[in-house]
């Protein structure tokens, strides 16, 4: 892999984020939203130097961050999909809720899924089927662990941040959705060829 290529998509996010924090819908969400890339940042770059990543994961963690600032200069339950999708389509989807952050939760699944394999497999003498199942076991943990936080996190900033920052959108059983969605999204990395999953 290039040594060049994470610090080049490290650059892009970089500035992606600058451009999309310029202005957020609602800055305290965002600031919130943020917390969570500053962690990821943190834990890629401390594990870079010793063990990096393999080009496909750096590529799909890229992917996410990118999906994820989307999320948090709008917020997730205002994302303009539905024009986006008029523009690019021509046809106007009538859905009654915002679909947005379930795809991004797809997304966590199927493109963490890359850089949770290289850690494990770096750290672990796991291989093949039992590294694609505790991949996926550890993804579908940190997908329950993220929807305690946010329930943490909504109770404990309450009012329209809280309700911003949960993203329900009216559905009690927002959280369990998402869950299911960050499965399937890394069921489907581990049904991937292993030449794209990369276990």
Partial sequence: MS????????????????????????????????????????????????????????????????????????????????????????????????????????????LLAPAVSDWTAARTPLRGRALRVVVVALLTAGSALYEMIEWVAAEAFGGELGTAYLGTQGDEWDAQKDMALALAGSLLWALLPRRLSRA
Wanted: neutral net charge; glycine residues 6%; contains cysteine.
């Fill in 3 to 110: 040594g060049r290529l994470p610090v080049v998509l490290l650059c892009l996010f970089l500035a992606v984020a600058v451009v999309l924090g310029i202005d957020p819908y609602d800055r305290s969400d965002w600031l919130l939203e943020n917390a969570l890339v500053v962690l990821v940042l943190a834990v890629v770059l401390a594990g870079h130097r010793h063990r990096p990543l393999s080009g496909v994961a750096y590529v799909a963690l890229f992917a996410f961050l990118l999906l994820h600032e989307v999320g948090a200069h709008y917020t997730y339950s205002k994302v303009p999909w539905a024009q986006w999708w008029q523009a690019l389509c021509g046809i106007a989807p009538s859905p009654a809720r915002n679909p947005f952050d379930r795809a991004v939760h797809f997304a966590y699944g199927l």
